[in-house]
C-alpha cells in the first residue's frame, strides 16, 4: 500500500472521529466541506479545475457547495475509495495524492487544540523531503529573501533565492517543513536568520 493510500485512510478515519462540523485549517472549511472538496477534485473532472483556475471558481464552488450537503457518511466513503477507474488521477494516485492526503490529514488533526506531531517512518520523511524541495520552489517564490530548509539529519536544500545577501533557514522534519510551505502555521519548525528576515519569510503568501 502506497503512502497516499494509507495517508488516505488516516484522513477518513480522523474525518470520522472529528465529526462533520469540526474545524480544520483550511479556512472556515469544516471536515465536511474538506470531504466535499476532495470529492469534487477526484469526481467531477468538470468542475475541479477551478482550484486553481479564478474564472472557473464560482462554478466550482456552486458544485462543492451542493456536495456538501450529501450525508456525511457517503461523503467519507467517496473519499476512502479514492479516484474512480475513468479519472486521470487514478493512475497517479500515488504520486499525485501523496502531499494531497497527508496535507489534509494534518488539517484535520491540527484542526483541534492540543495536537502533537506524528512519529512517521523514515522512509515516509523520506518521500515528504523530495516534495518539499520541489513544493518550496513554488511556495517561497514571493520571498525577497533566500529560503533554505534543512531537517535534523543534516539534509538542506536552497527552495528560492533572493534579490540580497539575506537568507532564512527552516529546519524541521520533512513532514513539518511541508506543512509550512502549503501554508500551515500549526508546525513544528525553528528558524535562523536576521529577525526581520525571519519575519518577512514566515508572514509569505505560501498559496500556490
Known sequence: ????????????????????????LCGS???????AH???????PDASPGILLKPLA?????????????PFPELL????????????????DAVVNLTEMFVHHEDVRRGAPGWEP???????ENKLWTAVRRMGRMAYRKSPITVELATPGGEHAIVHTGSGAARVTLTGKPSELLLHAFGRDEVRIETAGDPDAVRTVLSLDRSV
Open 1 to 24: 500500500m502506497s503512502m497516499a493510500q494509507r495517508e488516505r485512510r488516516a484522513l477518513v478515519a480522523a474525518m470520522s472521529a472529528a465529526g462533520p462540523d469540526a474545524p480544520t
Open 29 to 35: 472549511w469544516t471536515v465536511r466541506d474538506l470531504a
Open 38 to 44: 476532495l470529492v469534487v477534485r477526484e469526481r467531477r
Open 58 to 70: 464560482g462554478y466550482l464552488g456552486s458544485v462543492q457547495t451542493k456536495a456538501a450537503r450529501r
Open 77 to 92: 466513503e467517496d473519499v476512502r475509495t479514492g479516484p474512480p477507474w475513468w479519472s486521470p488521477l487514478k493512475p497517479v
Open 118 to 124: 506524528r512519529e512517521l517512518p523514515a522512509a515516509d
